[in-house]
């Protein structure tokens, strides 16, 4: 017997089209925002309006603040484990995705504080970022919260996580940075991946003029 296809989804008369219904379309970056990277300022706001929102608000505030002081990928963020962390020296162990180099971060007062108190309030995880249910957050998780925080912040664009990633290059660049120490510290294979950030610091033309 032949075998019947149903040839409805590619006619003309399909149901979506009948209905005035078209897939909308993905806008492009450049459709949403100016700029693919947040001001120090702009960082600050989308971490005072994260710790306000709903019961996990240290929680979420922790999670943007490692992204963008490590400058995380999503991925890694959210695989992060407390072995990673040596409290006693100060130190994150940072395993990057995409091939990306390994290396040990520092970790400053600000965060070790915070990761006390979030270790307190979820102690029964090998994750530092848990749900309820006491599993890891997924990506998706991760790229709401930051979403709903950026629009709490009243950022002037939408938001998503990898733009931490793209605030910490923009800002270690812009203070004059090693571009060889900025490559090290983002994990990146090839150093084109870090001379944008260099490309967009304006301390290269602070002395263009005089006034």
Known sequence: ??????LRANRKDSPD????????????????????????????KLLAAAA????????DRTAILMAYRHGLRVS????????????????LHVNRLKNGTPSVHPLRGPEIRALRKLQR???????LFVTERKGPMTASTVRKMITRAGTKAALPFPIHPHMLRHSVGFKLANEGHDTRAIQ???????????????ELAPGRFSRFWSD
């Open 76 to 91: 890694e963020l959210v695989a992060l484990r407390w072995e990673q962390i040596d409290f006693r020296q100060g130190l």
């Open 184 to 198: 090290h510290y983002l994990g990146h294979k090839n150093i084109q991946h870090t001379v944008r950030y260099t």
């Open 17 to 44: 089209i009948e209905n005035g219904k078209v897939p909308p379309r993905r806008k492009a970056n450049s459709e949403l925002r100016t700029r693919e990277y947040l001001t120090e300022e702009e960082i600050n």
């Open 52 to 59: 306000k929102i709903g019961r996990h608000g240290h929680r």
């Open 121 to 127: 309030d979820y102690p029964d995880s090998p994750y």
């Open 1 to 6: 017997m032949a075998q019947v296809v149903d």
